[in-house]
């Protein structure tokens, strides 16, 4: 009995380009994300097939296709809560929030750029660059930290969920915890796992977890 998680970041947020760390800040998405998130919405419930878009991607990629979803799951920050509400309209059901889902708390820094925050805490941030895993963001969370609240989220979310399809809808740091964890990667390199936004991430747990597919996008697979 497989239980199967598809793993999905929030579409591209306002600003998205500034470069400055939203962590929990409350930032909605973009047009271009909402975009984003109807887009693998279709794709994945097979809507978009109906109307032949991409059929040469997902008859080479059927585990794609989700054929009915038990529950979605979201993170309790608005960018994650509408994705999960535009997916959830395709499968009839209503995001279930999960406060454990949500991205790392980037304290002091969250609004601010790299160079921002090297400017004004020179010494705070040279030690957090230089080992994100032990040392954390003023007042914000440590790689570490996330993963202490992140994976029981996890958990106790496909224990209760065993041997069905669901969809968690998060974050790019949360996401990348979860994979690490999963695949045995140490979380020191955590940053080379990309994840895009409205990035699909597919998972299968039998005796033991099969990512069977990271940071696919919708959007890159229909006709130029």
């Known amino acids: 009995m497989v239980t199967k998680i598809y793993l999905i970041r929030h579409g591209e947020t306002e600003d998205a380009d500034s470069g400055r760390y939203k962590g929990h800040l409350d930032v909605p998405l973009s047009e271009n994300g909402i975009k984003q998130i109807k887009k693998l919405a279709k794709y994945i419930s097979g809507e978009a097939g109906k109307r032949g878009s991409a059929e040469v991607v997902r008859s080479e990629s059927p585990d794609f296709l989700i054929s009915g ?49 090297e400017e004004k805490w020179p010494d705070a ?19 570490s930290e996330v993963r202490e609240r992140v994976m029981p989220a996890f958990n106790e979310i496909t224990d209760k969920h065993k041997g069905q399809n669901i969809a968690i809808v998060s974050h790019g740091g949360v ?18 796992i990309e994840q895009d936004f409205a990035a699909l991430n597919i998972i299968e747990l039998w005796d033991y977890p099969v990512v069977k597919l990271i940071n696919f996008r919708a959007q890159n697979t229909e006709p130029r």
């Open 175 to 192: 996401i990348r915890i979860i994979l690490c964890e999963l695949l045995g990667i140490p979380l020191e390199n955590i940053f080379r």
């Open 125 to 143: 941030f040279s030690a957090w660059a230089s080992n994100p895993l032990k040392f954390s963001p003023i007042d914000g969370e440590s790689t």
């Open 69 to 117: 979803l038990s529950a979605i799951y979201s993170s309790d920050l608005i960018r994650a809560v509408k994705s999960a509400d535009i997916i959830a309209e395709q499968f009839d059901l209503k995001p279930v929030i999960f406060a454990g889902l949500k991205e790392r708390n980037f304290g002091e820094w969250e609004g601010m750029t790299f160079n921002e925050i």
